[in-house]
C-alpha cells in the first residue's frame, strides 16, 4: 500500500492538546489567542512557514519584497483561464506567521452585509451580517473612534491613510460627477461608493493577524507554536477528527486532540489537507491515490476571488520628497521611502545610513536587530516562546 493512502500514520507523537489549530495566518493567530484566554485549555498552533522576522513584513510597501519570494510566499500559479485568454495568474499566498495578512495590501474590506446574509439564509447559523459585526467590533481598534459599526478595544489597528495626493482627490471629485456616491466608510452601513480605503497599519508599521493577535498569546504558558511544521493529514476514527500528522525538521509527528482540530490554511491550504485526509470527492481522491474515508463532493470546488487590474500611470504630481521635508539633501545621502508610499507615514526610512545598514548586511545583523527591536517593539529574531 501507498505511504499516500490514508490509514497508514507513522511517526511519534508529539503530544496531547485540547485543541490543534492547523495553519498560523489570519484566522490562526485569532484563533489561538481566543482559545488561549482560558488558561485550562491547552493549544497547538501549527504553522508551515517561517517566522515573521523578515523586516519587509512590517513594512507596509515591503509587500513588494515579500511576494512572489518563496521564503515567505507558497507561490502559486494558476492553471490557463479561458475567460482570461488562457493566461495564468501569480496566485499569492503567505507561508509566514500571519499568513497572508503579512503579505497583502493592507486594505482592510470586511464585505458586503448581503453576502453574509446569504449565507445564513443558505442554512449557516450565526453568519448573517448582524450576528458578524459584534465580532469585527470586538477585534478592531479603530482610529477614527467607535460608533455602529466599529469598536476600538481590539488588538487589530485600523487607520486612515495619511498620504493625500491631488491625483487622487481629483479622481474621487470624478466619480461623484459621474453618480457614484461619495463613501467614507465602506465598512459601515453600505459598501457602495468611492473614498479612501483603510488600513491595518498603525504609525506607518503592517499590523498582521501574527502582530495584533499571536504576540500577545505568545506569552501564555498554555499555547504551543510550531513553524516549519507541515501538516500531511487529519487523523480519523471513524468520522471523527482526533489529531493531525506532520512534518517538523525532517520528522513525522503525531499530534493529538482531545477536542478538536481546527483548520486555518486557508482557502487553499484547509481543503487541500480535507482531501490528504481521505475527505472529499470519491472520484478525484481515488484518482490520485487517496482512500475515500468520507465523501464530501463540495470539498475544492466553488472556490471565487477576486481579480485586480493595476492601471499605472506617470504624473506630475509633487512626491513624497517635497522641499519642505527633504531629509535627502539635508543628510546628502541616497534615500528610498520605503514606509511613506502605502502608509502615508510622515517619516522615511533611510537605506544608506548607518542605522539602517546593519539591517540589509547579513554580516551585521545582530547589530540590526538591536535596531530594529528600538523601533518595532515585538519584532525579534529569538525563537517564539512556547511551552515545550
Known sequence: MSDRVVGRYQGKTFGEFDYIVVGAGSAG???????????????????AGGRDWNPWIHIPVGYFKTMHNPATDW????????????????????KVLGGSSSLNGLLYIRGQHQDYDDWAALGNDGWSYKEVLPYFKKSECQSRGPDAYHGIDGPLKVSDLRLRREIAERFVDAAQQIGIPANPDVNGATQEGVSYFQQTAYKGLRC??????????LKRSNLTLLTHAHTRRILLEGKQATGIEFEHKGKRLLARATREVV???GAIGSPQILQCSGIGEPKHLTSVGVECLHPLPG?????????????????SCK???DEVNNP???LGVSCARIAGAASGSAAPIHMNTPRFRPIISRKRKICGWRWMRSRWPGVSPKPMRSSR
Not at 75 to 94: A, E, H, K, V
Not at 208 to 217: G, I, V
Not at 303 to 310: A, C, G, K, V, Y
Open 208 to 217: 498582521s493577524s501574527a502582530k495584533a493577535f499571536l504576540r500577545p498569546a
Open 299 to 315: 470539498v475544492g470546488e466553488n472556490l471565487q476571488d477576486h481579480l485586480q487590474i493595476r492601471l499605472v500611470f506617470k504624473t
Open 319 to 321: 512626491t513624497l520628497n
Open 75 to 94: 507561490c502559486y500559479i494558476t492553471d490557463p483561464d479561458l475567460g482570461l485568454n488562457g493566461r495564468q495568474l501569480q496566485w499569492s499566498r503567505g
Open 328 to 330: 535627502v539633501k539635508k
Open 263 to 265: 483548520l486555518s490554511a
Open 29 to 47: 493567530c485569532v484563533l489561538a489567542n481566543r482559545l488561549t484566554e482560558d488558561p485550562e485549555i491547552r493549544v497547538l498552533l501549527l504553522e
